[in-house]
């Protein structure tokens, strides 16, 4: 097995609006293969959208697929095998959560 890296993007964050989140940066250098993990308490759907950069600053960025929506009080994945640079998450409620959180982790796998 080769490399492995941790990245925590969304670190117990109380959403309790609609706006959308944007998440850590990760820098994505010599990883191929990534797994989102997400770990939502929130009673609410979170809907996720992924971006990517050439730019660590996300000066010029753009959507990576397609959004995926993680329902209230659930823990789960998403796997990820494009790569850019640098990339991250947007996280948005369509109602304002009242409680809980949300913890996202990059998991990156390279050689």
């Not at 010599?30 to 997400?38: A, H, N, P, S």
């Not at 996280?91 to 998991?107: D, I």
């Amino acid at each position: 097995m080769g490399r492995v890296n941790t990245e925590l993007t969304f670190d117990a964050l109380a959403i309790r609006d609609t706006s959308t989140h944007n998440g850590d940066t990760v820098d994505n250098f010599d990883f191929q293969l990534k797994t989102i993990v997400i770990e939502n308490s929130l009673d609410e759907t979170v809907t996720f959208q992924c971006q990517a950069s050439v730019h660590s600053d996300f000066s010029s960025s753009f959507d990576i697929g397609s959004t995926w929506d993680v329902t209230a009080s659930t823990n789960t994945y998403q796997s990820c095998t494009t790569f850019f640079p640098y990339m991250r998450l947007q996280a948005t409620c369509g109602t304002s959560p009242t409680s809980g959180s949300l913890t996202v982790h990059f998991v990156q796998f390279g050689a």
